[in-house]
Structures are given as C-alpha cells and as structure tokens.
C-alpha cells in the first residue's frame, strides 16, 4: 500500500467524525466499515484503501468487529486532544491505547515514487484497526509530539467541542467556524442584549 503525505491534523478530522458531542445524542457520521473507509480514502487515496474493502466485503463479521476497535481509537484520539486542549495532559490509558496502536501500526520506513510524487510504502497483511488507521495514528502522534508549538483548541461552544489546530496570528481562535458557532453565538449575545434593553 502506498500512503502520501499525511496532514498532521488527520487525527482531529477523524476525532471529529463524531461531532456536537455537547449535545444529546451526538452526531455520528461512522455507521460502518464503507463509511471509515470513505473518510480515510479522502485523506489517502481510493487506491490505498481498495485492498481493505476487499478484505471488509469477504469477511464482514470481522470488519465489524475492526470497525468497533476504529471507533474505541477514535474516542481515545478525541479525549487526548480534549485534554490537551484544556491544557492538561492525555489520560494513562488513553496514551497507552494510542501507544499501543501505533505500535502495531506499519512503520513509515520506506519511501517510493507514485504518480503525483512521493509517498509511504507500507505493507498490511493482517488487517486491523491500527493497520488501516496508520495514517491518523502517525498524524496524532506527530501532533502530539509538536503540540508545545501547535495550538490545539476545543470550539467554545458547549454544543459543538469540535478540536481544530489554532493557526491564527494571535491564537485567540475560539470557535471551530466562524461561520457556523461563532455566528451562533454572535447572535445569542445579540439577542441577549435586545431582550435586556
């Protein structure tokens, strides 16, 4: 399987694939294995993704099963960012997961050419959570070892939570879209403040 580059954020898209989690219930947009695999054939190709389709139509009781374990990651990959957000440090067991991922995740040890450049040559015999998720492991990873020069932010609205990497000039971004949640609650305090007049 050839992997391109990994955008070091990948980890928090991927956290982020349960969103308004201040909510009840939360959104989900992971139903199964075909969805996973979409959301990480955006991030590393279709091509790198066909072998584990194959794989997931073959056998489906065992891609269930790999996709519950994706899922488990995925909540340990959001509370470690979430603390690292609130300026604490990830949770034992969390860090011990994610260590233990990535350890039966495929090593980044060999390059080779594709046809837009240059990408990771990873081998995946035995499919797993950790195999398929290579690159949102190595994503966290790289994230969490430059996480005292990256700003991680959680949306400050208690709805949304979403975690983003701040890159703004001043690291004061509060708010996962200005768009959406910091529109939102724009128009509470202006309404608040009309409702007080």
């Not at 979409?38 to 389709?53: I, Q, T, Y």
């Not at 603390?83 to 495929?106: Q, R, T, V």
Request: proline share 4%; with cysteine; hydrophobic share 45%.
């Amino acid at each position: 399987m050839l992997i391109a580059s990994v955008r070091d954020d990948l980890c928090l898209d991927f956290a982020n694939t349960q969103y308004w989690r201040g909510s009840a219930p939360a959104a989900e947009t992971l139903h199964g294995f075909d969805d996973l695999a979409g959301f990480l054939e955006r991030g590393v190709g279709a091509a790198a993704l066909a072998p584990m389709r194959a794989w997931a139509r073959e056998h489906p009781k065992k891609a269930d099963a790999l996709f519950a374990d994706a899922l488990a990651l995925r909540e340990g990959i959001y509370r470690t960012f979430s603390a690292l957000a609130a300026g604490k440090p990830a949770d034992n067991a969390d860090f011990a997961a994610l260590n233990a991922a990535l350890a039966e995740a495929p090593a980044r040890t060999a390059l080779a050419r594709a046809d837009s450049g240059y990408g990771w040559r990873i081998d995946t015999p035995r499919p797993s959570a950790a195999r398929l998720l290579a690159p949102v492991l190595w994503s966290a990873a790289d994230l969490l070892v430059s996480s005292g020069a990256r700003r991680i932010r959680q949306c400050a609205n208690e709805k949304c939570l979403w975690l983003f990497v701040d890159a703004s000039k001043g690291g004061t971004r509060r708010w996962c879209q200005m768009s959406s949640c910091g529109n939102r609650a724009k128009a509470r305090r202006h309404y608040s403040k009309m409702k007080e007049a």
